[in-house]
């Protein structure tokens, strides 16, 4: 019995939060930045941001979180420790900031959706755009080189392959249907894409440009995401509530993950904790963010957050 009691309180303590992380959400139906202790679920305080914020990235550091206005021009940038603004970065002629990556060298990378375009900002602030030619340029990834990039264009049906040293659009891959998540793994190698319009996430070969696969998901896979440890991929399904969770070497399902089960809790946003154990999923439509354990598939909890809480990240 106490060997029992032991190995479920070693599950609890392996399955909780680590006690400084700072679980950060972007409020896109009021304009504020929740920040949350994740230890506790306790919201420490709810900033203003600009208008409409969505993605976030937290600096190499861990220090500072950028929060993009997707309803405007800018990059609003945040010290998380003080829970204070410290500067907000213009992007015009950038419009409609969306997808955000804050890159190993100080790089912040964004797609610009309103103007077919990327913005890229350099740690001393140089702006430089990268245009894409392409309708919806809406989520980002970047390879380990910190220099390939791959942008999804959602009303094109493609995705722009881009060199961000250069500054230049390398080609489009026509990915058809509405191309939107995006995920890379194998170490660059592979590209998954998730799509609008079917019950599918689609694996290409970044070398060739070709299509090597393909998997079915629940009704549909609005986000795409690759674990910190390199070992699976994850699809957000927004009309079913569910995870897809797949094997990153084989592409094999691994398992579904039903979250709320309920299109109405407008599922998108998802994110891996550092350790790869647990997965955050914002539940936009209750302002709620689910906590799940990896290994189980279980909803350990839901935290509360603003209107229509969507973009996330963690704080060290």
């Known amino acids: 019995m106490h060997r029992a009691i032991a190995a479920a309180l070693c599950a609890l303590l392996l399955a909780a939060p680590a006690a400084a992380e700072t679980l950060l959400v972007g409020n896109k139906g009021e304009d504020t930045l929740s920040v949350i202790a994740l230890a506790s679920g306790e919201e420490l ?7 409409m914020p969505h993605e976030i990235a937290v600096s190499p550091d861990g220090k500072q979180a950028a929060v993009v206005a997707y309803g405007s021009t800018t990059i609003d940038v945040f010290d998380v420790a003080s829970r204070t603004k410290v500067r907000t970065i213009d992007l015009s002629p950038n419009q409609r900031p969306h997808g955000l990556l ?8 964004a797609t610009t959706e309103g103007s077919d375009s990327v913005a890229v900002v350099a740690p001393d602030g140089k702006l430089t755009s990268i245009s894409t030619g392409q309708k919806g340029t809406h989520m980002i990834v970047v390879a380990p080189d910190n220099r390939t990039a791959y942008t999804a264009n959602i009303g094109s049906g493609t995705v722009s392959i881009l060199d961000l040293k250069t500054a230049e659009k390398l080609r489009d891959l026509t ?7 995006l995920a890379l793994t194998k170490r660059g190698r592979e590209l998954w894409v998730g799509d609008l319009e ?9 070398k060739t440009g070709k299509k090597i696969a393909e998997q079915a998901v629940d009704p549909v896979a609005i986000r795409v995401l690759a674990s910190p440890d390199g070992k699976l991929v994850a699809t957000s399904n927004i009309k079913s509530g569910t995870i897809s969770l797949f094997d990153a070497e084989t592409r094999a399902l691994v398992r579904t993950i039903k979250v709320s089960g309920n299109a109405a809790k407008g599922q998108v946003t998802l994110l891996f904790s550092a350790d790869s154990k647990r997965l955050y999923a914002a ?6 963010v689910a906590e799940i354990d990896v290994a189980s598939g279980a909803v350990l909890r839901r935290i509360a957050a603003g209107k229509n809480g969507d973009g996330l990240a963690i704080a060290p």
């Open 175 to 181: 990915i058809g249907g509405k191309p939107e998540g």
């Open 198 to 206: 079917a019950p599918r996430v689609s694996i290409w070969d970044t």
């Open 283 to 288: 539940e936009t439509g209750h302002d709620q």
């Open 102 to 109: 804050w890159l190993s060298d100080g790089r912040l990378v």
């Open 45 to 51: 305080a709810r900033l203003p941001t600009g208008k």
